[in-house]
């Protein structure tokens, strides 16, 4: 399986984005696909899934309002829309497959993206 996320970029605050994953060799183990963001010196966060079969859409805390999580099964790609970007959402953003019940933890995923970098200026 190998993914990649393209899409990030330099934007103001207030302003959004578009990031997309696209994923290769994708398998039936593979029930969704997660983003998660990792800001300079903190912990790596979750940001938001979604099953490929259902879309059924999960959100962390700072996604909730702002950011939605889609897919298109036909191109095995999930995107991620966000809005109303604040300069604390700067972070380098992975997008990853994985499956289970909860999604919201990094161990719940078994392949990863290079990353694509947010920065949101003030």
């Known amino acids: 399986v190998q993914l990649q996320a393209f899409g990030g970029g330099l934007v103001q605050a207030g302003g959004s984005l578009r990031l997309s994953c696209v994923v290769s060799g994708r398998t039936f183990s593979t029930d969704a696909l997660g983003w998660f963001r990792q800001a300079p010196g903190k912990e790596r966060e979750f940001v938001a899934a979604?099953?490929?079969?259902?879309?059924?859409?999960f959100y962390g805390d700072p996604a909730k309002g702002r950011f939605t999580i889609a897919r298109d099964n036909s191109k095995n790609t999930v995107y991620l829309q966000m809005n109303n970007l604040k300069p604390e959402d700067t972070a380098v953003y992975y997008c990853?497959?994985?499956?289970?019940?909860?999604?919201?933890?990094?161990?719940?995923?078994?392949?990863w993206g290079q990353g694509t970098l947010v920065t949101v200026s003030s």
């Open positions: 979604i099953r490929w079969s259902g879309g059924d859409t």
């Open positions: 990853a497959t994985g499956a289970g019940d909860v999604l919201t933890r990094e161990y719940d995923y078994t392949h």
